[in-house]
Structures are given as structure tokens and as C-alpha cells.
């Protein structure tokens, strides 16, 4: 496992606000290869230039003014504490799985995270698991080994925080049915605990989307039951997957929530809407999945937006029903 901890830094031309449905188009970043540098936390710096687009995904985003890679807790805490003495603007990022970026960027400071261990506990069917892990090699090393409870995850392409975080799920199963405790730090780098009991999550809805002082997930505790059949579900499940969403283009899985009393799914309403195969510059409602927005080569944020604003409207129009969005956009500032 590496290391070293990263932070890349370049000036970011001041965005203008933008709501999620207005559109803005051709919006560019003045970069300034600098050098080198250390802050007062004694942690590397290196000036230069990184684009969401290579961090997510769906390929979409600008530039991030400031950029930090962690590979264990210490340096997340150390990023953290150079982060609130700046008082600078930080997100944490898992595998960009369920972002949408701006065209301008991020006017702050992005942590990646790459805090990736596993550790089987003596109990049978315990794992405690660091946030930075993907989520789908998780999935396969427990259903390996015999368990049950995160079949599904085979075929996400997050984090363990971000699963976590998103309560991400399939197939009738969620990541916090298979959690039983989340060690997390505060924004004043304070370390929790927290139990599973102590937490309500919901469909896609964790305590940590409101969760105020929290500044990071940093691993997660799952305990699984033992099934003889924990492998064969998982392929079946992934078999699916490839027959119902398309896996080989960019993008963010699911794009809206399924509305909760509505007895069709978003993608059935989308599809019933017609929408399937519609396009807003590079942006696309898939012809596999209609709830799968692809970016087929040229996307910029503002045709992401425009294509989701365009078929919440025409669903609401049809159906009465107002889709709420699965996947997280992300202000520049
Ligand atoms: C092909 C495809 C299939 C998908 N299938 C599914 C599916 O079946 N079910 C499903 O639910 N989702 C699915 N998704 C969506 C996505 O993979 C999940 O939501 C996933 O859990 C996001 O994890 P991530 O690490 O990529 O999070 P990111 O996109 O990096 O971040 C998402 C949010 O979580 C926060 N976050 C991430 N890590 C942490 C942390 N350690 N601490 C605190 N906050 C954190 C971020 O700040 C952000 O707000 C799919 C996506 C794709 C591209």
C-alpha cells in the first residue's frame, strides 16, 4: 500500500453560482504548473493541476484548486487539520461513483480517500474495513468466504464510505442491514465510534448526509451471516446487472430515486415517458437502462443538468410524480 500523501494545489478561476437547472456553457481554468511545497502540518505539497473528470465515473468536472490523496488515518486527520486551519472548503471523495462535478470545478480542497484494509475479525462472518476499500471487492471476498448480506455489492463500483454513506443497496439488500458499527472523525479531528443501533438509516438515506460535525467515515464494521449460496447469488446478480444496465459506458448508476408509493420504478417511468435514447449535447438517457444517464464521450456538467431537468419535467408532466435525484451535484463553491 502506498504511503506518501499528496496534495496538489492550482488556482481556480472564481466560479459563478449556478443552480442545478440553469445551463452555462464553455467555462475555462487558467492552470499554473507550480512547485513543491510543505504546509505547517509538515505534509507534501505539489501545485498542479487535477480534474474531477479523472476522479468520477461519469468523466465530468473541472479542476479542484486543492487535492490530497490519504492512504491511512493519520494523514486523513493531518489533511483535515491543514483543511480547518485554512478554513478551506473540503469534500471527502470515495471512487466518484455518484457525483456530478461542475464544468467549473471545485473551489476547495478534494480528499481522496484511499484508506484500504481488511480486517477479518475472529468472529465468524465479522469484518472491519477501511472507508477507502472498494466496496465490490468487499462484496466478493465476503460471498468467497461464504457470506451473506452484500451479495449486491459485487457489482458497485463505490467505496465502503461511500456505501456507507449513500446506504447503497440492490437486489433487496442495503449496506446498513450488514453494518454493525461505523468509526468515523469529526471536523475537529475527534474519533467515534458509532453503532448500528444508535443510527437510522433509510432507502439511499444515511444519519451522515445530515450529520454536521462529521468530516469523514473512516471504516466500517459489517457482520454477515453464513449461507451455503452467498457465491451463486452474487453471480446471478451480476449476471443481471450486464443484461440490464450498461457497464461498458460512463456513469453514475441510478440517477433518480424510485419514488416509494408510486409501484413503478424511476427507469420504468422514464421509459414510459419515451425517453430512452434522449440526448443533450454529450449527455444521454441510456436505451438499456433508463435510469442510466451516460456520457458518451463529451459531457459537460451543464448537459447533465439539462438532460436531468428535461426528464424530471416530462415524467411530471405524465405522471404527476416529481423524480428526486439519486446522485449528488456538487456547487463549485
Ligand atoms: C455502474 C454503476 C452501478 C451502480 N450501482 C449501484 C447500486 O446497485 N446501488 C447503489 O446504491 N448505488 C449504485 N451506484 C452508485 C454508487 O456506486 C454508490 O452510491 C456508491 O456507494 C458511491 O460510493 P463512492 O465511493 O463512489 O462515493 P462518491 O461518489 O465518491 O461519494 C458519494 C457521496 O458520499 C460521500 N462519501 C464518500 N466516502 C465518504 C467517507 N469515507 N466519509 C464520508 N462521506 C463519504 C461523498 O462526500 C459524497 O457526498 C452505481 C454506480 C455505477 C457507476
Known amino acids: ?16 453560482k449556478l443552480d442545478s437547472c440553469h445551463v452555462q456553457r464553455s467555462i475555462s481554468c487558467n492552470f499554473k504548473k507550480q512547485e513543491s511545497a510543505q504546509n505547517s502540518t509538515g505534509l507534501p505539497f505539489i501545485h498542479r493541476k487535477k480534474l474531477l473528470s479523472d476522479l468520477t465515473t461519469w468523466g465530468i468536472g473541472g479542476p479542484c484548486n486543492y487535492f490530497i490523496q490519504v492512504f491511512n488515518h493519520t494523514q486523513l486527520v493531518s489533511a483535515l487539520r491543514y483543511c480547518n486551519e485554512q478554513s478551506m472548503r473540503f469534500m471527502i471523495l470515495g471512487k466518484g461513483s455518484n457525483c456530478l462535478f461542475d464544468d467549473v470545478g471545485f473551489d476547495g ?44 455489492a459485487a457489482g458497485v463500483p463505490g467505496t465502503v464510505g461511500g456505501a456507507a454513506y449513500m446506504n447503497a443497496g440492490a437486489n433487496g439488500q442495503e449496506t446498513a442491514a450488514a453494518i454493525d458499527s461505523i468509526e468515523i472523525v469529526t471536523n ?29 467515515i473512516t ?28 457497464l461498458g459506458q460512463r456513469s453514475a448508476g441510478s440517477v433518480f430515486r424510485n419514488p416509494s408509493s408510486m409501484g413503478f420504478s424511476a427507469a420504468e417511468l422514464i421509459e414510459k415517458t419515451g425517453l430512452k435514447g434522449l440526448r443533450v449535447g454529450g ?19 451543464q448537459d447533465m443538468l439539462e438532460l436531468i431537468g428535461l426528464v424530471k419535467d416530462a415524467v411530471n408532466q405524465k405522471f404527476g410524480v416529481e423524480l428526486k435525484e439519486e446522485i449528488s451535484y456538487i456547487h463549485p463553491s
Request: with cysteine; net charge positive.
Open 219 to 246: 471504516a466500517v464494521t459489517f457482520r454477515l451471516k453464513f449461507s451455503k449460496t452467498a457465491r451463486e447469488m452474487q453471480q446471478e446478480y451480476l449476471a443481471r446487472r450486464w443484461r440490464t444496465q450498461p
Open 109 to 152: 480542497c478534494i480528499i481522496l480517500n484511499r484508506i484500504e484494509f481488511m480486517e477479518k475479525i475472529e468472529e465468524s462472518g465479522v469484518y472491519r474495513v477501511g472507508s477507502g476499500y472498494p466496496f465490490n471487492c468487499f462484496g466478493v471476498v465476503s460471498a468467497n468466504d461464504g457470506f451473506s448480506g452484500l451479495e449486491f
Open 283 to 301: 449527455a444521454m438517457v441510456s436505451n438499456k437502462h433508463a435510469n442510466f444517464f451516460i456520457n458518451c464521450g463529451c459531457a459537460t456538467s
Open 1 to 16: 500500500m502506498a504511503s506518501h500523501l499528496t496534495i496538489y494545489h492550482l488556482p481556480l478561476k472564481q466560479p459563478t
Open 188 to 216: 475537529e479531528g475527534e474519533s467515534r465510534m458509532l453503532k448500528r443501533r444508535e443510527l437510522n438509516f433509510g432507502y439511499r438515506l444515511s444519519p451522515f448526509q445530515e450529520l454536521k460535525d462529521l468530516a469523514s
